[in-house]
Each structure stands twice: as C-alpha cells, then as structure tokens.
C-alpha cells in the first residue's frame, strides 16, 4: 500500500513536470517561431544591418534553437520574465505589483460566486422542477452566455452613473488614492490595518461590481454542478434509509447528502477560481483595475512579448499547481482514495 | 410503384411519408436511416428552449445571408452630421459615434459572427477527431504523446492562451480564427479519445480488422463516425464560449479591424459614449447574449438527443 502510493506520487510529480516542460515549449513557441520579430520589436524597421545584428546577439537569438530553449528554461525557472518595454520595469517586478489586486478581486468574486451558488444549486436540487429550479436554470444559462465585459459596462451605467450605488473604476476614488500604505498589497486589508474605515468602505464599494461581475460566471457554474451532485446524492439508498430512521428532510439532506459532495465541490470552486483569472483579463480591461489582467491587455497592446509571454506562463502554471492542489486535497478528503 | 396502386393515390402525400417513416419494419437501409433521424428531430423539436434556439441561430442566418437587402445603406455609410442620434424610425438603433446605423452595422455583424463560428468549427472538429481517435485508437506511445500535448494547451484558459498567441501573429480577423482554433481543439480531442477507448474493442472493430483493413481505413470509417454524435454536441454547447471569446478579442481591439462591423468591438466603440448613447454599446452586447445563449440551448437539446448516456 505505502508503496504504492510512493508511485502514484512520483508518476504525478513526473506527469507535472511533462505538463510543465510543455508549458515552456509551448511559450518559446509562440514567442520565437511565429511571425513575431522581437529584435525588430526593439531596434524598429528603420535600424541598419549592424544594429539589428548586435541586438539579435545580446538577446541571445543567433544561438542555435536548443540552446536557446534551454536558456529560456533556466531564466524562467529562476523567475526572470525580461524587462517589459512598456513599463521600464521589470516583468517579474510588475507581476508582483498587480497580482494583489487580481487576487483580491477574485477572492471577493469566489466568496460572492460560492455564497450564491451554492444554497441555490442544494435548493434547485430539493425542489426539483419547482420555480426554483427553473429560475436557477435561467440564471446559469445567462451567466454562461453573457460577456462579461458587457454585463460590466451595463453594470457601470446602472449602479454607477445612474444610481451612485457603487464606486466607479479603479480601486479607490481619486480623493483616497495613495491615503494609505502598502503591506499586503489587498487594498481592504491594508485600509484596515491602518485601521481607515473611509478607505476601507470606498474600497469595498469599488470592488463590488467588478466582483460581482466576474463571481457570476463562477456563481453560474458552481450552483449547475451543485445541482447534479446533490441530485446524484438524494437519488442513493442511504439518503431513503436515514429518512426510514425519521430524519426529517433537511437533517438528512444537511448531514448526509451535503456532507457527501463536499470533496467533490472543493474540486469544482478551485477550477472556478482559476477561470477566475480569466474573467479578469476583460472585467479588469473594463473596470480600469489595476491588476494581472490589465496588464496582460496593455502589454498585448504595446506588443510587449516578454510581458504577454510571461503573463500566458504563470496562468498556466497557477492552473498546474490548482489543479494538483484539488488532487491533494481529493486524496485527504476522500477516505476511499486511501 | 407502390404509387400506383389504388389507395396509395387517394392518400394525402403527408400521411404516406409518416407512415413510411414510423413504419415497423424497415424495407431499406435508407428507410432505417430516415427513420432515426425522423424520430430524433422529433424529440428535438418537443422541446421548446431547444427550438428557441435554434430559431435564433436561423434567423441569425437568415439576417446575415439577406444583410445587402435588410441593411442596404451597407455598414460603412457615415453622416456626420447624425452623429449618436437616439433610436428612431430612420434609424430603429440609432447611429454610432461617425453617425453610421448600428442597426445596419448589427447585420453586418451577424455575418462576421457566423463566419467566425463556422470556420473555428470547420478548422476544430477534423483536427479534434483525427487527434483524439488516433490516440485512442492505437493506445501506448502514440496516446501518451498526444495526450501528454493535449494537456499542455489544456492547461490555459483558453482567453489567456488566444490572447498569446494573437499576441505572436498580430492582431486581425483571421488570426483570431486561428488562435481561437489553436485554444478550442483539446476538449474535442479528448472527448474523442474517451469514446474511441470505449469501442476500439469492440467485436465490430475486431472483424473489419480481420478483414484487413488498415487502420486509416477502421478510424475513418468505423471509429470516426461512432463519434461524431458527441464532438457535434460538445461543438456545439463551446461555440457559445468561442463566440465570447472571440467578441472578447474584438473588444480589446485585437480581433476585427475597423471599419469591419464586429460586434464586440462595436460594444468596445461604444465605452467613450455610455452616458449619452448607452445603445451603441447594449445592442450588441444582447446580440453576443443571445446568440451564445441560443448555441448553449441548442446544445442542450442535442445532447438530449444524440448522446443520451450523459443527462445534468
């Protein structure tokens, strides 16, 4: 048994590594074999033959192609990203800049995401093809069809410009922008540990409707696969026999059905929390947040690779280490993967 | 020559069709066939959403074939002078921001739209089918390897991994096309993997093998279309995804150019404009809604149909 289980280990660490060695390929592909010329990118179609030359030598590109891959595996794996051109910074510096803000707006989607989702996919499931049921079905369905993008403009226009019930792009009003320090980079928290209420409240407003926003199409999916475990749970012997024992219904729905597919529903929220990062490329584009997505966008648009790249490869590899996360916590969780 | 006979001429020609195709017993290969998908449209049609959807995607169709007829001012025709004009009669969703109608642009759109899907599913589904039954199909190394790539493009989001590789071929239309396709294939892979590994043994299999077919000959033939039912369904329930993704990649002006009538940079157009013109920006939005939404009904209804082992 010990043993077996040491194997399973190493072949998924091995798997991981295959995964992410792709991954690397997969980058250095797209960023040194397609039309894209990243000297030209620096020197402009105006240099001479001598300063293109130079260039291609100090970014390493007349080397032959293995070599080159190797050294992008070493500068990649010891967290070098390149400058970005755009900022005059470097990559990585940046990445560590506007991750906070990503992280915190998608922290606040998944709690809004989770907190709906939930209860509604356990209600949708008990009342079966009740008015429930249907509304659940609808609002998954329009989460899943709806563009982000312009369910925020929408959602600007309404509860920004028209009623005034939320803040409006950025993450603080202009007035409170620089009021307070950075230590944690989650601009709630660090209002709080100055203990600023103002900025703490004018925060939370920002943050509301982009959250929203970006939780709904987590919200969508979450409450649709809730649905379906619970329904796979209720339809089980067991869930009959505790009602033969007199449980009432939602003792037997709260203490077996529920608890059943709890293993199974971390699963699904961590996957969720990923496409979080997706949703993010847009909703961030649209609410002017200052996070990973924003960047990514700005420096797809200044035509930055080194920016784009480095942004591709840690989604990916945020994606990887979810994923082994869920995998991990599958195998503490359930008692029949032991 | 059934035709012929007495009561056959007497019978109205509906009553004689449904009759042959709810007959019990079948007298052809054809008739068998036309009778499945008799029955299948049947069932496809008892459902309302599905023909909801469907009606959508039609009149989607419709729209964009007829868009020099329904819209024939053509989508480029500026009026300065009717700049951001609200809603009216002349103009039934008022004008954009060059004073052009965004009802004629909407048109216009439907057909970059369409094309858009069709050639994402022209390019995904023989790239998803020839990888997934070919892995399936032959197992070992081949499978490994192939599975081993699948999971490296599974591993993005597929925004994340377009916008790089728009990133890499520059922005416009057909590039869009492209790395969408580049970000949409794996699902479909592995979908086809999964059901060619349920009947690669199966005895069918085994005696058009013993015949001597090649394994070209089996996977073209004898595992190809036992799958298409399920690659139909999942193209269809993804090609709601893949037209956000690609109305995402015309927002952030990476997609369609102007002065081409893109809906998501339609909508991206309309930002500088909200307070004042909200519709330059609403209407396509609710055009992405509901064509996605329609592809997702659609799906659904499918799926019902089609491959009716998995039921959520």
Not at chain 1, 40 to 55: E, P, R
Not at chain 1, 71 to 95: C, E, K, N, P
Not at chain 2, 125 to 131: D, R
Not at chain 2, 208 to 216: D, E, H, K, Y
């Amino acid at each position: 048994m010990r043993l077996a289980g040491l194997k399973g280990v190493v072949r998924q660490a091995g798997s991981v590594a295959a995964t992410l060695l792709g991954l690397l390929a997969l980058t250095f592909f797209i960023g040194r074999m397609l039309p894209n010329d990243p000297v030209l990118a620096i020197v402009g179609d105006q240099a001479d033959q001598s300063t293109y030359d130079m260039v291609r030598h100090q970014l390493g590109l007349d080397k032959p192609l293995y070599v080159q891959f190797f050294l992008y595996i070493r500068a990649m794996l010891s967290g070098d990203f390149g400058d970005a051109l755009f900022t005059g910074h470097r990559v990585a510096d940046d990445l560590m800049k506007v991750f906070p803000a990503t992280v915190e707006l998608a922290t606040f989607a998944i709690i809004i995401g989770v907190g709906i989702g939930v209860p509604l996919g356990i209600l949708a499931a008990v009342y079966r093809g009740s008015l429930i049921d249907h509304v659940a079905r609808v609002v998954g369905l329009l989460g899943y069809s709806s563009p982000a993008f312009w369910l925020g403009l929408m959602g600007l226009i309404l509860f920004y410009a028209t009623l005034g019930w939320v803040g409006g792009p950025g993450r603080l009003d202009v007035a409170y922008m620089d009021s307070i320090d950075t230590h944690t980079g989650f601009m709630t928290i660090d209002a709080l540990w100055e203990g600023d209420m103002e900025v703490f409240w004018n925060a939370v407003s920002h943050i509301i409707l982009p959250a929203s926003i970006l939780g709904y199409g987590s919200m969508a999916y979450i409450s649709r696969m809730t649905r379906s475990f619970m329904l796979e749970q209720m339809a089980q012997e067991y869930m009959v026999a505790a009602r033969a024992k007199g449980l009432s219904g939602w003792a037997a729905i709260r203490r077996h059905a529920f608890r059943n597919i709890l293993v199974q529903l971390v699963t699904v929220i961590a996957l969720a929390y990923a496409f979080l990062l997706e949703g993010a490329v847009l909703t961030e584009t649209v609410f002017a947040w200052p996070g990973f997505g924003h960047y990514l966008v700005a420096g797809l648009l200044a035509g930055d690779m080194n920016a784009v790249l480095a942004c591709v490869l840690i989604v990916g590899i945020i994606f990887i280490a979810l994923n082994l996360l869920t995998d991990l916590l599958y195998r503490l969780m359930d008692p029949r993967t032991r | 020559m059934t035709a012929l006979q007495g009561p056959d001429r007497t019978r109205p020609i509906n009553a004689g069709l449904r009759d042959w195709l709810t007959a019990d017993v079948t007298t052809s290969p054809w008739q068998a066939r036309a009778q499945r998908v008799y029955l299948g449209w049947r069932r496809l049609s008892s459902n309302r959403l599905t023909m909801f959807g469907l009606a959508v995607l039609l009149v989607l169709v419709v729209v964009a074939a007829l868009a020099p007829v329904i819209a024939p001012e053509g989508y480029d025709a500026q009026s300065l002078n009717g700049r951001l004009a609200a809603p009216s009669a002349a103009h039934w969703l008022g004008t954009d921001d060059l004073g052009r109608d965004v009802f004629a642009r909407m048109v216009y759109g439907a057909r970059v739209t369409l094309m858009i899907a069709c050639l994402v599913a022209a390019i995904v589904a023989p790239i998803g089918l020839l990888v997934g039954t070919v892995a399936g199909y032959f197992g070992g190394w081949v499978d490994t390897l192939l599975m081993r790539i699948n999971d490296v493009f599974l591993s993005f989001p597929s925004l994340i991994l377009a916008l790089g590789f728009v990133a890499a071929l520059g922005p416009g239309i057909r590039n869009a096309i492209i790395a969408i396709a580049l970000t949409a294939w794996p699902p479909i892979a592995r979908l086809a993997r999964a059901e060619t590994l349920t009947f690669r043994n199966a005895d069918y299999i085994a005696a058009v093998r013993i015949q001597g077919a090649s394994a070209l000959r089996i996977i073209l033939r004898h595992v190809v279309p036992m799958c298409l039912p399920s690659v139909v369904v999942r193209i269809t329930l993804n090609m709601a995804g893949i037209i956000i993704t690609a109305a995402g990649l015309g927002f952030l002006g990476l997609g369609a150019q102007p002065p081409q009538p893109e809906w998501g940079s339609m909508l991206s157009a309309g930002r500088a404009h909200l307070s004042g013109a909200w519709w330059i920006s609403a209407v396509p939005g609710i055009a992405i809604l509901l064509t996605s939404l329609a592809f997702n009904l659609l799906g659904d209804g499918l799926r019902d149909v089609l491959d009716p082992r998995s039921d959520t």
